[in-house]
């Protein structure tokens, strides 16, 4: 095990390294107390100057071992992690020729226990990862093919089980409700405070707490592939993160531990000053640097997956702060996906049958949206008496009734039975007729309904620099340019193939924009791809546009969208600095070891100052994790007609 730094990327401490880690400590105590026990005999003993220098050489030759071992690894696998094992083995090497005794223990125990500082430091996030996990670790009751339940530990569940969930309980892997309903604490998962209300058809995830009722879920993904489980394997992959000048510094470590030596040698032949040729070579350790993206990268994952938002890695945590337009999905994405009546233009007021009612008796006989959407109009009223049913596909429905032949459908479809009418001008998604025999009663516009808080999204977005909005859809221009209207999006391209959406976005990027785009359908992978970074809505998108996205929100949300970019840019200020603390601490620190200006113990100091920066660092990319960034609640969005 290195005795500074942490290696990026790992999971919490294995059993082999928590002993490593425990005997390094036992060796650093061991060598304070032969220290001690030598400063005893040294100024408490006449004579005892003797007996004194053997305890100290004890205490450095016990110290030696595992700072030598580390050296030994690091020459077999070159990094920043093994340049620092080498600076220090070649310091405390440099000690013993000198005859420093003192320097040669005390160097290897203050980085021994700078080590254990940092390592509690990092595991504070990587317990975090731990905990994650734990969240979906115990067992299940999985229903059987007789009816019967077993008990399972959540390891062996797999997809299409179904299990049942009790109040109390966390839902164990990603699924769909069968039987039930009940409220969830999703708060682990996508952020959101306030309970969520499932029922059947309900997409419920891993690690959230079932608060009443009984539930039955099939389950769909388990394991790395749930929700859970992504946030889990991004949290591990952000602490192998390395920015640019961890990835120049390591292709030119050969150089850079030549230039640290030759600086070395060239200070003890200037000054003849010990302690200032060890000293450089410890304050040249690049330990802050390497701890620099890791801990940055941990947090900021960890603060996004908390607010709901799973970003696939820190490249993307980055560009995400530089967009600069934006490129959306209509369907799905700015609205919710389903029909509803806009309003209703009656064309005939002759006594008869409620029209409402007749509308909704004849959508219940069809599984059309466009149907279902009309269906809901009898709300709890009995629906009236159909015979003769006849659905033409796509087109509409037509069946008799005590009144006569009724007919729900498109214009298409009234112009073909010869029903004589004059089309309105299309200011909806879709335009329905009834007629009832032969005469045309009303026209039913019906329209996909934007989300609740898709204005404030677009607006926020505007305020972080996003003024360039696109709104791309596969609709129809007259579906498509209200909506935009009402969002403050100025531009729209309608009835668009994948391939032109691609094209658009390909143009985006051609007039020097770095355009953020976001769909959930499949008609959408291809321009999630191409974005500088595309964001897909996971909680119903497709499995292709979430394969294609680098941002996944598992938040409904919309206005998360405006939070992943806020983050980004607190995460690259704090990267930033970080970067710049570990540089110029480094540079600094090495220049004033070279120049003899750490004082007779210069070696010592220049690893107290050493770790010390480490911490800095640490502290800095843990002030992240305050990041909170509340939704306030919306007001419910006006009822339709």
Not at 74 to 101: E, F, K, N, R, Y
Not at 578 to 590: F, P
Not at 623 to 636: E, G, I, K, V, Y
Request: glycine letters at 10%.
């Amino acid at each position: 095990m290195s005795l500074c730094c942490t290696p990026g990327g790992k999971d919490l401490l294995s059993p082999a390294e928590q002993q490593g880690l425990r005997r390094q400590l036992l060796l650093a105590m061991s060598a304070v107390g032969l220290l001690l026990l030598a400063a005893c005999w040294q100024f408490g003993v006449d004579n005892g100057s003797a007996l004194a220098q053997w305890l100290t050489a004890a205490a450095a030759l016990l110290m030696a071992g595992p700072a030598l071992r580390a050296a030994w690894r690091s020459l077999q696998h070159p990094d920043l992690h093994g340049m620092t094992d080498l600076l220090v083995a070649l310091a405390i090497i440099g000690a013993w020729a000198c005859g420093d005794l003192l320097s040669a223990a005390l160097l290897p125990i203050l980085m021994v226990l700078g080590h254990v500082l940092e390592e509690r430091s990092l595991l504070g996030s990587q317990e975090a990862i731990q905990a994650l996990s734990t969240l979906t670790r115990s067992r299940s009751r999985r229903l059987l093919a007789d009816g019967s339940y077993e008990d399972i530990d959540n390891s062996q569940l797999r997809s299409g089980d179904c299990v049942e969930v009790r109040a109390g309980d966390r839902i164990p892997a990603d699924g769909m409700v069968r039987q039930g309903h009940s409220s969830l604490d999703t708060s682990a998962i996508t952020g959101e405070s306030l309970p969520q209300d499932v029922t059947v058809g309900s997409q419920v995830y891993a690690g959230a707490v079932n608060l009443q009722g009984l539930l039955l879920v099939e389950i769909s993904q388990v394991g790395e592939q749930s929700a859970l489980g992504r946030i889990t394997a991004l949290m591990r992959e952000a602490e192998m993160a390395k920015p640019p000048i961890t990835r120049l510094v390591e292709g030119h470590a050969g150089a850079y531990l030549g230039l640290v030596l030759a600086l070395a040698a060239l200070s003890w032949f200037i000054s003849r000053d010990t302690q200032a040729m060890l000293a450089v070579l410890v304050a040249a350790c690049p330990c802050a640097l390497v701890l620099a993206t890791p801990a940055a990268a941990v947090a900021g994952v960890a603060v996004a997956a908390r607010h709901g938002i799973l970003i696939r890695g820190t490249a993307f945590l980055e560009e995400l702060a530089d967009v600069s337009s934006l490129v959306i999905d209509k369907t799905g994405t700015l609205t919710s996906g389903q029909l509803s009546l806009q309003r209703v233009e009656l064309l005939d007021v002759t006594p008869g049958p409620d029209i409402h009612l007749l509308a909704a008796s004849l959508g219940a006989s069809s599984s059309h949206p466009v149907s279902r959407a009309l269906a809901a109009l009898a709300d709890t009223q009995p629906l009236l008496p159909l015979t003769a049913v006849q659905e033409m596909a796509g087109m509409g429905l037509q069946a008799d009734t005590a009144w006569g032949q009724a007919v729900l459908g498109r214009p298409a479809l009234l112009q073909q039975m010869g029903i004589s009418h004059l089309p309105p001008a299309r200011g909806a998604a879709s335009l329905v007729g009834l007629a009832l025999d032969g005469r045309l009663l009303a026209w039913f516009h019906l329209a996909d309904t934007p989300r609740p808080e898709a204005a404030e999204a677009m607006r926020q977005l505007r305020q972080l620099g996003l003024q360039r909005q696109l709104l791309l859809t596969g609709d129809h221009a007259a579906a498509a340019e209200p909506l935009a209207q009402a969002l403050g999006i100025e531009r729209v391209v309608a009835q668009v193939l994948p391939a032109g959406k691609l094209a658009a976005v390909q143009a985006e990027i051609s007039a020097a924009y770095r355009p953020l785009v976001v769909g959930d359908g499949i008609n959408d992978s291809l321009a999630l791809k191409a974005g500088a970074v595309g964001i897909a809505m996971g909680a119903n998108a497709a499995d292709i546009a979430v394969a294609a996205a680098d941002v996944v929100l598992i938040s409904k949300d919309l206005r998360r969208l405006a939070t992943a970019i806020r983050l980004s840019r607190q995460c690259r200020r704090t990267l930033t600095f970080n970067v710049a603390l570990g540089l110029g601490w480094t540079g600094l620190l090495t220049l004033l070891a070279a120049l003899g200006l750490l004082g007779s113990a210069g070696v010592l100091l220049a690893a107290l100052l050493h770790n010390l920066s480490s911490l800095l660092v640490m502290a800095n990319a843990g002030r992240l994790l305050r990041f909170q960034d509340s939704l306030p609640t919306l007001a419910a969005p006006p009822g339709t007609i």
